[in-house]
């Protein structure tokens, strides 16, 4: 099986802008996760989806938006990028249905600078 | 509020030594805990524990579970510079709570 796949891998944006970064879940799997790690911080849990609905969100602000498509892949969009969003954005996918528990599964992550 | 708290926050060792790492908790409704290396970028799946006092075993590496202390460790015997990386230790509660991950140890194995 193919693994987790996160588009793009690395990304360049100045303050102020958006972005949009992409989240390919193994196949079979309907949990999408998406984290925030910085040094300092460490991982953060920004939000997780499941079926296509928003199942648990972190502590962050209303710039930070995500979707789930019908296919289980995902996207999160950061609006009016700031300095401190420079982080290494990475998004899990997990078989859980909700009931049971399982691992989760990370991709390579996409790095974001903002400048 | 949830917590987990890994220590040391990083450590230096030589080849060839044993290095324990540590993980101690605060959860509500505790239902599994996780462990994790992230060398570059995606954290990999070592091991997951829900049975107090199992030890679960990978070759060099083990990992102890005491739910009544609140707390795991991770050994590695005979350590090489593969190992060098980033252990990140995570909670799972029941239900559909997110997984609450520590902020890491970071080991550096020295030839």
């Known amino acids: 099986k193919a693994g987790v796949t996160q588009t793009p891998r690395y990304l360049i944006k100045t303050r102020g802008q958006q972005v949009t970064l992409s989240c390919s879940p193994i196949?079979?799997?309907?949990?999408v996760s998406w984290y925030q790690q910085t040094p300092g911080q460490g991982l953060q849990f920004l939000f997780e989806?499941?079926?296509?609905?928003?199942?648990n969100k972190g502590n962050f602000p209303g710039r930070f938006s995500g979707r789930q498509f019908s296919n289980s892949r995902s996207e999160m969009n950061v609006s009016t990028l700031e300095l401190g969003d420079s982080a290494l954005y990475l998004c899990?996918?997990?078989?859980?249905?909700?009931?049971?528990?399982?691992?989760?599964?990370f991709g390579p992550g996409t790095r974001l600078t903002v400048l | 509020e949830d917590k987990v708290v890994q220590s040391p926050l990083s450590l230096v060792v030589h080849e060839g030594d044993t290095v324990t790492l540590n993980c101690s908790y605060e959860?509500?409704?505790?239902?599994?805990l996780l462990w994790y290396k992230q060398e570059k970028k995606a954290p990999t799946f070592l091991f997951m524990l829900?049975?107090?006092?199992i030890e679960k075993k990978s070759g060099r590496l083990s990992s102890i579970l005491d739910k009544k202390e609140l707390f795991s460790i991770l050994n590695i015997t005979a350590t090489q510079t593969g190992d060098s990386a980033v252990y990140l230790c995570?909670?799972?509660?029941?239900?559909?709570?997110?997984?609450?991950f520590g902020k890491g140890t970071r080991l550096s194995v020295i030839a």
């Open positions: 989806y499941f079926s296509e609905t928003q199942r």
């Open positions: 959860v509500t409704n505790f239902r599994s």
């Open positions: 995570a909670v799972a509660a029941s239900g559909n709570t997110p997984l609450v």
């Open positions: 196949s079979g799997h309907r949990s």
């Open positions: 899990a996918s997990s078989p859980r249905d909700g009931i049971s528990y399982n691992e989760q599964f």
């Open positions: 829900t049975s107090s006092g």
